[in-house]
């Protein structure tokens, strides 16, 4: 059974830092796309990082040079380095794991998710 499990959010002041972890396990790690989803209060949830099985990255405008996602496949985990927060980055965040070895920005074409951790920055 796919088992993706998120940590590391948490409440910090604007321009803080934090990285989130999300463990994953039932399945072979290195075979599929991994994102980062992220979903404010009364938002729709929007796409904001993959990486690929190389480890090549791609990133939402939005935290482009802010945010660092990477993968560790012997640790069957994906990371999110998050810098330079704002306070509009508060959100539950989500991992999720890609239907496709390709990488989507849409959230229609990730089967598996994560109970999210939530991020809360503070001005």
């Known amino acids: 059974q796919v088992q993706l499990v998120e940590s590391g959010g948490g409440s910090v002041q604007s321009g803080g830092s934090l990285r989130l972890s999300c463990a994953a396990s039932?399945?072979?790690?290195?075979?599929?796309?991994m994102g980062w989803f992220r979903q404010g209060l009364g938002k729709e949830r929007e796409w904001v990082a993959y990486?690929?099985?190389?480890?090549?990255?791609n990133y939402a405008d939005s935290v482009k040079g802010r945010f660092t996602a990477s993968r560790d496949n012997a640790k069957n985990t994906l990371y999110l380095q998050m810098d330079s927060l704002k306070p509009e980055d508060t959100a539950m965040y989500y991992c999720?794991?890609?239907?496709?070895?390709?990488?989507?920005?849409?959230?229609?074409?990730?089967?598996?998710w994560g109970q999210g951790t939530q991020v809360t920055v503070s001005s």
């Open positions: 039932g399945y072979t790690y290195n075979q599929y796309c």
């Open positions: 999720a794991r890609s239907s496709y070895t390709s990488c989507p920005t849409s959230s229609i074409y990730y089967k598996y």
């Open positions: 990486v690929n099985n190389p480890g090549n990255t």
